[in-house]
């Protein structure tokens, strides 16, 4: 297994947690570390997303440990979390038709007192999506689903995070526009944020992350480097399609 020396930015230990009376996660236990990309991969019903949730304060979590920057931080309010400085860019490209570009970036950094560090927050979207501040009064019914995702992810940037989850980013777009998705992601972490990645496309997410998880039935059954798990036969010929 490979050894991720880099520290722990997010651990997650034991988690369970669901919807209702129902249980989805049993147990869960996982780490992100700096300067890395780690992907979430399964069939679908693994539980995938509701780790992302019950990290981010948005599910109950019942039993285990959710701790951020050495912190721990189990149920908090999802205000709360935010504020710490984990971002979640959740399913489906949350854009709203008729809010301009400016409103969006502007509504993601409404935790940014400081101005200058809001202005930091501009200069790393000016350097991710130049497009992007170059139409700041485009609406968002106006953009297509790729200019949409790129909006979405640059308003979770604004908050300026130390970590970044993202609920299957590549959701309804072209195959071009899945792969400019990843490059950004990688783009992302390069400027320092590491990024937990939920995503069904496992093979193309594997070959982006550093390191990667395989839940079932809302437990772990597979860990290791992206490259490992890509090229594992088990792996390959349960959640890959051989």
Same mark, same amino acid.
């Given at each position: ?131 992007? =501040?170059?139409? $700041?009064?485009?609406?968002?019914? +106006?953009? *297509? !689903? ?8 640059? #308003? ?57 998880? =395989?839940?079932? $039935?809302?437990?772990?059954?597979? +860990?290791? *480097? !992206? ?8 792996? #390959? ?6």
């Amino acid at each position: 297994m490979m050894e991720r020396e880099a520290q722990q930015v997010l651990s997650i230990d034991g988690l369970a947690s669901g919807y209702g009376k129902m249980e989805i996660l049993h147990g869960v236990s996982l780490s992100v570390r700096t300067s890395e990309i780690v992907a979430l991969i399964g069939p679908n019903g693994a539980g995938k997303s509701t780790v992302l949730k019950a990290a981010a304060g948005l599910l109950q979590v019942r039993s285990g440990k959710v701790a951020f920057l050495g912190e721990e931080i189990t149920n908090h309010p999802p205000y709360k979390v935010v504020e710490k400085g984990l971002a979640f860019n959740p399913q489906g490209r949350v854009v709203f038709p008729d809010m301009t570009i400016r409103e969006h970036l502007d509504m993601g950094a409404w935790t940014v007192k400081d101005r200058r560090e809001k202005e930091k927050a501009t200069e790393r979207i000016r350097m991710l999506f130049p497009w992007l =501040v170059d139409k $700041m009064n485009r609406k968002g019914k +106006e953009m *297509s !689903g790729g200019e949409q995702q790129m909006l979405s992810l640059a #308003r979770a940037l604004m908050i300026q995070p130390k970590l970044l989850l993202l609920d299957e980013p590549s959701l309804g777009l072209s195959p071009k526009m899945v792969k400019t998705v990843f490059e950004k992601i990688v783009e992302i972490k390069k400027t320092g944020i590491p990024c937990l990645i939920v995503e069904q496309k496992a093979a193309m997410v594997l070959e982006y992350s550093d390191y990667g998880y =395989v839940l079932e $039935m809302g437990n772990n059954r597979f +860990e290791g *480097s !992206g490259h490992d798990l890509l090229h594992n036969p088990d792996v #390959r010929q349960l959640y890959l399609g051989g």
